[in-house]
C-alpha cells in the first residue's frame, strides 16, 4: 500500500471514512518540536559516550526553534498539489520541488544563532558556509538531497540540512489537503517529500496508540507501516529484533533477512519521551552491533551523514 496526499478541492472516490481507520499520515506538529529535541538530546548526553556530540546536536535543534519563529514561510501549495496528484508523485518532491531562497534565509539565520555557540572547527565550517555564494549553497543542497552525501563534506552537512528540514518542514505544516492509501510501492520513502525515514515510532497516543509510524529525517511528516512486515521491503518473514539492553528496552533494531537491512523502533509506551531524531543519535552502539550482525542501515539521521 501507498499513501497520496490529495488537494481539497480534488473529489474522492474512496468509501466514507470509519472511525477504526488508520491515519495513514501525520504532518509535522513544529510547536515546540525543536525545543523537546534539543532537551532530549541534553538529556541523553547525559550519560551517553557521545555526549559531547550530542550536546552539539541540541544546540543546532535550539537553533532550529529560534530561526522557525523568527522567519515563517507564507506560501499557497494548492497548485503544487494539483500538479504533483496529476504526476503521482510526493508534493514537495526533493527531486523535483523547485525550492526558492528561503532555505537559504533559513540558513544565514541558522548560522547567526549558531556562531557565538560554536569553536573551533564547527565555528570554522559555519563562516566558510556563510561566505559561500548562493550558486554554491545550492550545489551543496542538491547533493544532499539527491542522497549524493560523497559530494558535501560531513562537517558540513548538518548545518546545511538543519535549514532544509526548516524549510520542508514548514511546507509540510502548511499542506491544506486529505490522505489516502491506495496499492502502490516505495512506502519506505516520506509520501510528502520522498525523502527517507530517521526511524520508526510506536506511539501511544489515544488515537494512534500501538500504531507503527516512520519519521522523515527532511520534512518531520510520519507515515503508517503495518508492524508485520519490513519498514524498507515491506516482506513479512525473517523478520526480528534486536536490543542492547532486553526486550523491554524502548529503542530495538527491527532486521530483515530478505532485503539485509535494519531499521530503528523506539516505542513509547516503555519510554513516553522518546524523540526519532535524539534516541536514534544516542543509540549509535545499537547500529555497531547491525553492522557486526552484517545488516546495512535503510534510514538516516539527520546528524550522522557520510560524506567524504
Given at each position: 500500500?501507498?499513501?497520496?496526499?490529495?488537494?481539497?478541492?480534488q473529489?474522492?472516490?474512496?468509501?466514507?471514512?470509519?472511525?477504526?481507520?488508520?491515519?495513514?499520515?501525520?504532518?509535522?506538529?513544529?510547536?515546540?518540536?525543536?525545543?523537546?529535541?534539543?532537551?532530549?538530546?541534553?538529556?541523553?548526553?547525559?550519560?551517553?559516550?557521545?555526549?559531547?556530540?550530542?550536546?552539539?546536536?541540541?544546540?543546532?535543534?535550539?537553533?532550529?526553534?529560534?530561526?522557525?519563529?523568527?522567519?515563517?514561510?507564507?506560501?499557497?501549495?494548492?497548485?503544487?498539489?494539483?500538479?504533483?496528484?496529476?504526476?503521482?508523485?510526493?508534493?514537495?518532491?526533493?527531486?523535483?520541488?523547485?525550492?526558492?531562497?528561503?532555505?537559504?534565509?533559513?540558513?544565514?539565520?541558522?548560522?547567526?544563532?549558531?556562531?557565538p555557540?560554536?569553536?573551533?572547527?564547527?565555528?570554522?565550517?559555519?563562516?566558510?558556509?556563510?561566505?559561500?555564494?548562493?550558486?554554491?549553497?545550492?550545489?551543496?543542497?542538491?547533493?544532499?538531497?539527491?542522497?549524493?552525501?560523497?559530494?558535501?563534506?560531513?562537517?558540513?552537512?548538518?548545518?546545511?540540512?538543519?535549514?532544509l528540514?526548516?524549510?520542508?518542514?514548514?511546507?509540510?505544516?502548511?499542506?491544506?489537503?486529505?490522505?489516502?492509501?491506495?496499492?502502490?510501492?516505495?512506502?519506505?520513502?516520506?509520501?510528502?517529500?520522498?525523502?527517507?525515514?530517521?526511524?520508526?515510532?510506536?506511539?501511544?497516543?489515544?488515537?494512534?496508540?500501538?500504531?507503527?509510524?516512520?519519521?522523515?529525517?527532511?520534512?518531520?511528516?510520519?507515515?503508517?507501516?503495518?508492524?508485520?512486515?519490513?519498514c524498507?521491503?515491506?516482506?513479512?518473514?525473517?523478520?526480528?529484533?534486536?536490543?542492547?539492553?532486553?526486550?523491554?528496552?524502548?529503542?530495538?533494531?527491527?532486521?530483515?533477512?530478505?532485503?539485509?537491512?535494519?531499521?530503528?523502533?523506539?516505542?513509547?509506551?516503555?519510554?513516553?519521551a522518546?524523540?526519532?531524531?535524539a534516541?536514534?543519535?544516542?543509540?549509535?552502539?545499537?547500529?555497531a552491533?547491525?553492522?557486526?550482525?552484517?545488516?546495512?542501515?535503510?534510514?538516516?539521521?539527520?546528524?550522522?551523514?557520510?560524506?567524504?
Amino acid at each position: 500500500m501507498s499513501i497520496r496526499i490529495i488537494p481539497q478541492n480534488q473529489p474522492e472516490t474512496r468509501e466514507p471514512q470509519t472511525a477504526e481507520q488508520i491515519p495513514p499520515l501525520l504532518f509535522p506538529r513544529l510547536k515546540n518540536l525543536y525545543s523537546r529535541r534539543a532537551a532530549r538530546l541534553r538529556h541523553l548526553a547525559a550519560k551517553n559516550p557521545l555526549g559531547d556530540y550530542l550536546r552539539f546536536a541540541a544546540v543546532i535543534a535550539q537553533a532550529q526553534e529560534i530561526v522557525l519563529y523568527d522567519h515563517p514561510l507564507r506560501l499557497d501549495l494548492r497548485p503544487r498539489l494539483a500538479e504533483s496528484a496529476q504526476r503521482n508523485e510526493p508534493p514537495l518532491d526533493v527531486r523535483h520541488y523547485p525550492r526558492d531562497r528561503h532555505w537559504q534565509q533559513l540558513l544565514h539565520s541558522l548560522i547567526a544563532e549558531l556562531k557565538p555557540e560554536m569553536s573551533g572547527q564547527a565555528l570554522a565550517v559555519l563562516e566558510n558556509l556563510e561566505k559561500s555564494s548562493a550558486s554554491e549553497l545550492e550545489t551543496l543542497a542538491g547533493a544532499l538531497l539527491a542522497g549524493e552525501f560523497s559530494r558535501v563534506s560531513s562537517d558540513k552537512s548538518p548545518f546545511v540540512w538543519a535549514a532544509l528540514s526548516l524549510y520542508w518542514a514548514q511546507m509540510a505544516a502548511m499542506i491544506p489537503g486529505k490522505v489516502r492509501t491506495e496499492q502502490g510501492d516505495h512506502r519506505q520513502f516520506c509520501p510528502v517529500c520522498g525523502s527517507v525515514p530517521v526511524t520508526g515510532l510506536v506511539h501511544m497516543d489515544v488515537a494512534q496508540e500501538g500504531l507503527r509510524y516512520l519519521h522523515c529525517n527532511l520534512c518531520e511528516s510520519e507515515w503508517h507501516v503495518a508492524s508485520d512486515r519490513c519498514c524498507n521491503c515491506e516482506q513479512t518473514r525473517d523478520l526480528h529484533l534486536w536490543s542492547l539492553d532486553n526486550h523491554q528496552a524502548a529503542v530495538h533494531a527491527e532486521s530483515c533477512g530478505d532485503c539485509g537491512t535494519y531499521m530503528k523502533l523506539l516505542c513509547q509506551e516503555r519510554d513516553p519521551a522518546v524523540e526519532p531524531v535524539a534516541d536514534d543519535l544516542a543509540s549509535l552502539v545499537l547500529d555497531a552491533r547491525m553492522e557486526q550482525e552484517g545488516f546495512a542501515r535503510s534510514s538516516l539521521n539527520p546528524f550522522m551523514f557520510p560524506g567524504e
